[in-house]
């Protein structure tokens, strides 16, 4: 029970810290950060470039000593196209550090916004994250409130009651550390291929506090409460709708190992819930990792994000400012997007048109392009966009085609464009319920 409640009081459980309300793993990320101090864009760098070297050696060297462990393999034997994106974030991180280059890139418009303002934040982040996230997930909770909450997520989400945690996770954490608990549950054997892709497409949004920053950035902080609630319901509808659509609908219903059998939580329906839940939590408890093992874990998740996420992350966050700002490119794809906003009455229409597609890109895509806009109905609903879209490439995308998921960038681009129609008539109802 100790490492359950230390895990439910680092990610879940809301703390008042210097005045303001916030979670303990915001806390501790804070503090990971005040060790870094003036060394943090330093140590991001540092990280790419370890991350590039030893991809090379891995990828293109092919050395022995990678190749017979199967974690370095693993992160360091990779497609070349994997290996050009890890080149890329890597050279334009030193390019930023050494402020030599195009002054474009080493600006604080692109390359400090990525760098410092991303990458710096996200690198302390999962640096607690994945060493604590094991305190949530392998000591019984999960099973405790998964089994209370399996009729809900059942008949309305289609999922098993253990993916309640997921989505308490992303809300009111980080929806990046989320999707990192869905893979690790998948990669376990606890969700099916089908049930993972639906978790991580649906429930590992953005948290309460980076609503927030989006809401203010966007200008509509004032409105935030409605604001949220609009897009909560936005959320909620695409979860219930998307799973019964392809490409989450076509997902094979097997476990990675391949196997059909039955999950687990279809079992033993005969007790009490309550009672339910505590046994399959202690059971889970009584296979609990120890010491090492558990360190281990954490140490191993962390090296998939340092290593195999970041670099990439980092390139296609910088490409996406550059595509969004300083080229027509998504002006163009969105020509027909202005008509609809147009015919919603949405002000500054052919401003706003490109920011519905450039999230794809990068969740902060809509909501810079909504601070640019003197307009609170379409700010609210690019700030909404920016939550409710989900799918971005510069994070999500990179964990998920890293990841075992069964989810392609072709899944991605499709279920990025299903979640716009689903959730943009709601915000614009939202828009003008609210501002109007």
């Not at 916004?113 to 949530?136: D, Q, T």
């Not at 609009?230 to 219903?253: E, G, Q, Y």
Request: proline share 5%; charged share 10%; net charge neutral.
């Amino acid at each position: 029970m100790l490492p359950s409640f230390f895990g439910i009081l680092t990610f879940l459980m809301p703390i008042r810290w210097d005045g303001n309300l916030t979670i303990g793993m915001d806390v501790i990320t804070g503090l990971v950060k005040g060790l870094l101090g003036t060394h943090a864009l330093q140590t991001v760098v540092g990280v790419l470039v370890a991350t590039s070297i030893l991809t090379i050696l891995g990828t293109v060297f092919k050395a022995g000593w990678i190749r017979r462990h199967k974690i370095w393999k693993d992160l360091f034997d990779v497609p070349y196209i994997w290996l050009a994106l890890r080149l890329i974030g890597t050279v334009f991180g030193v390019l930023y550090l050494l402020q030599v280059g195009p002054a474009l890139l080493i600006s604080e418009e692109i390359g400090g916004a990525v760098f410092v303002g991303i990458g710096v934040n996200v690198l302390s982040l999962y640096i607690c994250a994945c060493l604590l996230m094991p305190l949530l997930t392998d000591f019984g909770f999960m099973e405790f409130v998964g089994t209370l909450a399996r009729p809900v997520f059942r008949s309305l989400f289609r999922l098993p009651g253990r993916s309640a945690i997921d989505a308490m996770t992303s809300f009111v954490g980080s929806g990046s550390i989320g999707l990192l608990i869905t893979i690790g549950q998948y990669n376990n054997g606890n969700y099916t291929a089908r049930q993972a892709s639906i978790i991580a497409a649906n429930f590992s949004v953005v948290s309460i506090p980076f609503a927030s920053v989006v809401a203010s950035v966007a200008g509509v902080g004032h409105l935030f409460i409605s604001w949220y609630g609009f897009v909560v319901l936005s959320c909620l509808l695409a979860a219930l709708i998307t799973p019964r659509l392809p490409p989450l609908s076509r997902k094979a219903d097997t476990y990675i190992s391949g196997s059909r059998e039955s999950n687990p939580e279809s079992t033993k329906e005969s007790r009490s819930l309550l009672r339910e839940a505590w046994e399959r939590a202690m059971e889970r408890a009584e296979s609990a990792p120890g010491v090492r093992e558990f360190f281990v874990t954490g140490a191993t998740n962390m090296m998939f994000f340092m290593f195999s996420v970041l670099a990439a992350a980092m390139a296609l966050a910088t490409l996406a400012a550059l595509i969004t700002f300083h080229t027509p490119i998504f002006t163009w794809l969105s020509y027909p997007l202005i008509n609809v906003l147009e015919f919603a009455q949405l002000p500054n229409a052919a401003t706003a048109s490109p920011a519905l597609l450039s999230g794809f890109l990068d969740q902060y895509m809509p909501a810079i392009v909504a601070a640019s806009i003197n307009s609170d109905a379409t700010s609210f609903v690019l700030a909404g966009l920016s939550v409710c879209q989900l799918v971005f490439m510069s994070e999500f995308g990179v964990i998920v085609l890293r990841s075992s998921l069964p989810l392609s960038i072709v899944d991605l681009g499709i279920i990025f464009l299903l979640r716009t129609v689903i959730v943009l008539p709601v915000l614009i109802f939202g828009a003008h319920f609210v501002v109007n």
